[in-house]
C-alpha cells in the first residue's frame, strides 16, 4: 500500500499549483481521501477531502474558492488544485485515505510522504 503525493514546489502569491495523490497497490475508489498540510511549528491541518461514496466534497474555510479537489477512479489518482496562492499555504501537504469521515481528515494516517509547497515572491 503505497500513495505518493506530487506537484508541490515554489511559486510566486497569486499562483497555481496542482497536487496529485496517486495510490498503488489498492484500489482508493472506496475510501475518502483527503489533503492535509503542515508548517513548521504548526500542528497538521486538514485542508479539503472528497468522499469514495458519491465524491462529496469538504474544504477548510481558508481555502474555499480557491482550491478545488477532484478524483479520477481510472487514475486511482485525487488531485488538489489550488489557485491564488497566498504565503500562508507554504507548508508540505500530505495526502491520505480513511473510511472515517472526511471532518477528521487531520487525523487520517499517513501512508507517505508529503510535497512541499512554498508560496513567496
Known amino acids: 500500500v503505497q500513495l505518493q503525493a506530487s506537484g508541490g514546489g515554489l511559486v510566486q502569491p497569486g499562483g497555481s499549483l496542482r497536487l496529485s495523490c496517486v495510490a498503488s497497490g489498492f484500489t482508493l475508489n472506496y475510501y475518502n481521501v483527503g489533503w492535509s498540510r503542515q508548517a513548521p511549528g504548526k500542528e497538521r491541518e486538514g485542508v479539503s477531502c472528497i468522499t469514495g461514496r458519491n465524491a462529496t466534497t469538504y474544504y477548510q474555510d481558508s481555502v474555499k474558492g480557491r482550491f478545488t479537489i477532484s478524483r479520477d477512479n481510472a487514475k486511482n489518482t485525487v488531485y488538489l488544485q489550488m489557485n491564488s496562492l497566498k504565503p500562508e499555504d507554504t507548508a508540505t501537504y500530505y495526502c491520505?485515505?480513511?473510511?472515517?469521515?472526511?471532518?477528521?481528515?487531520?487525523?487520517?494516517?499517513?501512508w507517505g510522504q508529503g510535497t512541499q509547497v512554498t508560496v513567496s515572491s
Open positions: 491520505a485515505f480513511d473510511d472515517r469521515p472526511c471532518t477528521e481528515v487531520a487525523q487520517y494516517v499517513l
